[in-house]
């Protein structure tokens, strides 16, 4: 080998050595990789954060501090580790009642009084039935209860007693004991029996209770103490009522009356009661109006000669509401009856004609104002009625209503006679007399 060749070898040496250690010297001052700038960067990596990341200063290796880029999207909440305490924190709750400031009124709260009761003192008081205004028809019976406490400090007594210190209503009393010691905080139920009266209108009654020894109870404030009943007295439905009285004294029970129509038709019956008084009501009101009807018939407790056989009050017309009181009606014959002919009297039927009628004969009933006669073949059949007349007779041709002249048979005849009865008409009727026609 010559000299240049070794020359040449040597330098190529040196040279490989210089340049080994320089490339040392810039690997041992840089660590990151290199990229080389014409790499393409792939569009599905993450965008690096742009924000700079701070300094983190050295911690204690026990100490974990969590750090999240503030303007990270992609930094969730870490979630902070469970801590397990050492001892216990005791909780002290409060015993004690806030003080609530009070509000500021303008109303003045008295003392509470410490003075006993007075003695008699009625509290709580109160209707249970009938509060004041209420409604009540005309002759209706109804039960008035009140309910009080004694709220004093002494018992009433058994003697203590309700007294009716005004009024116009209807009583079976007008003084009643409460029967039983009433002690102090004890509450009492008091009842009485009330009838309206007949005449609509507004009534005010008072009653008071009293001691035995003549006390009036009083209320809270010192005054005594009214029970009251404030009632407003409707017209019943419709109400008819009288007194049934035979020569002039009152029937007593038991006797029966009728309430007919014009026609004659039966609306409802009644019986009087102890004192002769008969009432029909809530009967539908009628323009045309009603017969009041006494009938022999209809009580054979009397004997032929002891009442009338028929006595008839009316038409009486009966408004919505309206309440009627009639007049005595005497069911005794009052001297009228039959004269002429007597009893089983016989008679020719040809020989009744106008020239020689047959005279039917009767005396008066009081105030009559006229008469009338029925003739009557059978049991029912009406045969000749005559024209009212003033006079006590009537003559009889012995023509009937159909033209006819009267014919042999069994026939009856009777008289009635109108008058007053008050403002109504009244009808009375004689019993029936036989009277026999022959050929």
Known sequence: MGVRSVFFILGGVL?????????????????????????????????????????IPTTS?????????????????????????????????????????????????PPTSTQAAPCYQIGNFDDITIPGGTEILAGQ???????????????????THLVLTSGALIYSYDYLELGESITPGMSWL???????????????????????????????????????????????????????????????????????DLSNQTIATASTSDDGTITWANVPASDQGYNV????????????????????????????????????????PLGFGQLSPEPEAVYSAAAITPATPLIFQWSPYPETTDYWLDLIRGEEENVWQSQLVTAQQVAFDG????????????????????????????IVYTYLINVSIEN
């Open 61 to 109: 290796p026990t100490q974990e501090i969590l750090i999240s880029a503030s303007n990270s999207p992609t930094a969730s909440k870490p979630t902070p580790p469970a801590l397990t305490p050492t001892f216990t924190i005791p909780l002290t709750v409060a015993t004690h009642t806030p003080v609530v400031q009070p509000s500021v009124t303008s109303t003045l709260i």
């Open 399 to 426: 023509t009937l209503t159909d033209g006819t002249h009267i014919q042999p048979d069994e026939y009856w005849w009777a008289v009635g006679a109108r008058s007053r009865l008050g403002t109504y008409q009244q």
């Open 293 to 332: 009807v006494f009938s022999l018939a209809a009580n054979n407790q009397f004997g032929i000669d002891q009442a009338l056989s028929w006595v008839w009050v009316g038409p009486i017309p009966l408004g919505q509401g309206e309440v009627i009181q009639l007049a005595d009606i005497d069911i005794s």
């Open 15 to 55: 040279v490989l050595g210089v340049f080994s250690i320089l490339f040392y010297e810039l690997s041992s001052h840089n660590n990151s990789p290199v990229i080389p700038h014409n790499s393409v960067q792939d569009s599905s990596l993450p965008v690096e954060p742009t924000a700079t990341v701070p300094v």
């Open 141 to 159: 019976t109804f039960t008035k209860t009140w309910i009080f406490q004694n709220t004093g400090s002494c018992t009433w007594g058994a003697d």
């Open 190 to 260: 008091l009842s009485i029996d009330v009838t309206a009266p007949l005449n609509p209108g507004t009534y005010f009654d008072t009653w008071k209770l009293y001691t035995d020894e003549g006390r009036a109870l009083t209320n809270e404030y010192g005054e005594e103490q009214e029970f009251i009943i404030l009632i407003t007295v409707l017209p019943s439905i419709t109400q008819i009522s009288g007194r049934i009285v035979k020569d002039g004294i009152p029937v007593g029970s038991g006797v029966t009356l009728s309430l007919e």
